[in-house]
């Protein structure tokens, strides 16, 4: 009898080794029992979040479930309503491209296009008319974000709340079209107006109406996602909206107020809004059993496919996992950031551990919030040791100002990229193998490992943290010893600035502006007052031009002015119906400027002038001369 009690004992205890082994497996991939993710993320809330913003809705993954759901803080900070994952309605920003990117490649799996012929053959015959592409790309361009387009602000976003009729996708591309400032392939830069484009095409070959007809039908319906909708479908619906969190952004008292709704006439890029329990549905469906379909797609080798990458050259240019970015954590993730006014969000999966992470903030810098929990729970590689290669140039030589390609280039906004955007980046070497990326308030080190390919070290605050989490790796070009590019495991590259680009440039515009303005406002009044005091009120045909050049510059620096301070207090909301009447201004003053310019030199030899009248005439016009050269080079004469 003891024998048989002592082999039961045994074999229970064998049976409960796996058992304890399997349990000691689940965790997260820091090493977190999943029993244990909610207390530490109830610690970092506690806090971090009344820092960054009102709310956070947090979903959890693994193995096919969600593990941890769980509502912060307040959808409404005025009103302070709870948070709830399941019903509270974020803004995705551009979490909501992912939809577009595996709509992509649902139609490539059917056979509808190829990611790698040109985008011609997939729009219809008067658009590309319309579009008049500067140069040809494929669908793959569009994926890794490397179709050669820069940026273009204008007309991106608007007021939900003030929009009275939509505009169609078609409409909304047209509106917002950037310049194509690098051959497609060669480089990247992130563009939410390439991932529009995809979608305008899915829509446009899948026969639907819109592409929200087909994210619904095909993404949303299948998966479940009931409380997720796009902007053709949650614009006018009160009653979905009534779920909505409000945007809110950090104030100068601590607290929050709150911003418009983002709509966006290029919807695809960013306008979808849902909860966290729905994004964790898209999550595990992206990541099924092994050797199993994801509900998405036919076959499993299209979901394995898309979440490959989708570009080989690993060296000069990462690209994407088609479509999707990737993250620095300790096993590589995969997902999306997405930030619109007022929210933010993180989408990240870990195929290889079947683990997940969803955040959605409801303000501006949510992002830090988040970046304190992608930490806690898939970690990353900043503190790990990387074997060093030999014969290693040295960090010196990469040493130089970039500029990225995600830049408004002809246009207004360029000068506004560089004074208030970020889209230069300083290099420094610390020594022979270490160099710092500066831009702005962030600062983050990298440490060479290979030959021009430098590995995240450290990053000194939550914004280069951020930055960090994607631009884990650079690596440089170099032609003759000299560095020309600076490619990122992020969808930004970089190209070394020129001399048009750099701040000594940028000063010398702004002190011949200050100089031109002053002299322009301040001489009409002195013309004037002299005016009235002179006993003599008769006024020579020349001195009559001569004011009139006068009035032209002051008219000219006004208009300038106007359009400055509108331009700056639109910001976000900047279209091109606020520019174009003050650029046609400009060309106008500027015609008549010549004509009378040219007009009172024929008077010189006919009207007896004064040598100091003369003198003034003419600083009139080279100060309005470069006053115009001034606006030249800033693009205050171009209407794109």
Not at 39 to 52: C, Q, S
Not at 289 to 305: G, I, N, W
Not at 515 to 532: D, G, N, T, W, Y
Not at 603 to 632: E, P, S
Request: proline residues 4%; aromatic residues 12%.
């Amino acid at each position: 009898m003891k024998k048989l009690l002592a082999l039961a004992l045994s074999f229970i205890i064998l049976l409960a080794i796996p058992l304890s082994v399997s349990a000691a497996e689940a965790t997260t991939p820091t090493g977190i029992p999943l029993s244990e993710i909610g207390k530490h993320i109830d610690e970092i809330i506690a806090t971090y979040m009344h820092e960054f913003t009102p709310g956070i809705a947090i979903a959890v993954v693994h193995d096919g479930k969600t593990i941890f759901s769980r509502g912060y803080g307040y959808a409404d900070a005025g009103r302070q309503l709870p948070i709830d994952p399941a019903t509270a309605v974020f803004e995705f920003g551009s979490v909501g491209k992912l939809f577009v990117w595996t709509s992509v490649m649902q139609l490539a799996e059917q056979g509808l296009l190829d990611l790698d012929s040109d985008i011609h053959n997939y729009l219809p015959e008067d658009l590309v008319r319309q579009f008049n592409f500067s140069y040809s790309f494929t669908m793959r361009d569009l994926l890794n974000h490397s179709a050669g387009f820069g940026e273009f602000n204008f007309n991106m976003i608007q007021d939900a709340e003030a929009v009275v009729n939509q505009t169609t996708l078609r409409e909304g591309l047209l509106a917002t079209q950037p310049r194509q400032i690098y051959v497609p392939g060669t480089a990247k830069a992130y563009s939410n107006f390439g991932s529009a484009l995809a979608a305008y095409i899915v829509g446009y070959l899948s026969g639907f109406d819109t592409f929200a007809d087909y994210e619904r039908i095909n993404i949303l319906k299948p998966l479940g996602m009931i409380n997720t909708r796009n902007q053709p479908d949650w614009f006018g619906d009160s009653e979905f909206m009534q779920t909505k969190a409000r945007g809110h952004f950090p104030n100068a008292h601590g607290g929050f107020n709150q911003v418009f709704w983002w709509y966006s006439p290029i919807y695809p890029a960013g306008t979808i809004k849902g909860t966290a329990e729905d994004l964790a549905q898209f999550a595990i469906a992206l990541m099924p059993p092994q050797h199993e379909a994801s509900p998405l797609f036919s076959s499993r080798d299209t979901l394995d496919l898309m979440l490959s990458p989708s570009y080989s050259n690993p060296r000069v240019f990462r690209g994407t996992h088609h479509g999707f970015l990737t993250y620095d954590g300790i096993y590589l993730g995969i997902g999306h950031s997405g930030g619109t006014t007022g929210f933010n969000s993180n989408f990240v999966i870990i195929p290889s551990q079947s683990f997940g992470v969803i955040t959605l903030t409801n303000a501006a810098g949510g992002g830090r919030l988040s970046e304190e929990i992608l930490d806690l729970l898939i970690g990353n590689s900043r503190d790990t040791e990387v074997p060093l290669s030999e014969n290693l140039p040295y960090a010196a030589s990469v040493a130089g100002t970039f500029v990225s390609l995600r830049r408004n280039q002809g246009n207004m906004m360029e000068s506004t990229d560089s004074l208030l955007f970020g889209t230069h980046v300083q290099i420094n070497a610390l020594d022979e193998n270490t160099i710092t990326f500066t831009r702005g308030s962030e600062v983050i080190t990298y440490r060479q490992t290979d030959p021009y390919v430098f590995r995240v070290v450290s990053a000194d605050n939550y914004l280069a943290r951020n930055t960090a989490r994607n631009m884990y790796k650079i690596s440089f070009v170099t032609e003759n010893g000299q560095p020309i590019r600076m490619s990122t495991s992020f969808v930004d590259d970089f190209t070394i600035q020129t001399f048009n680009q750099s701040t000594l440039a940028t000063l010398i515009n702004m002190a011949l502006y200050f100089i031109s303005m002053l002299f322009f406002l301040i001489m009409p009044i002195i013309i004037f007052v002299k005016f009235l005091r002179r006993k003599e009120k008769e006024v020579h045909r020349f001195s009559c031009l001569s004011n009139g050049l006068m009035l032209c510059g002051t008219l000219f620096t006004i208009n300038v002015i106007i359009l400055s301070i509108q331009s700056f207090t639109a910001m976000q909301l900047i279209t091109t119906a606020i520019v174009t009447p003050h650029i046609w201004i400009n060309y106008i003053l500027l015609a008549l400027s010549f004509i009378l310019f040219v007009v009172s030199l024929a008077l010189l030899k006919k009207d007896r002038i004064t040598k100091k009248r003369k003198a003034f005439h003419f600083t009139t016009a080279i100060i309005l001369a470069a006053l115009v050269l001034v606006m030249q080079n800033l693009n205050y004469f171009v209407i794109m």
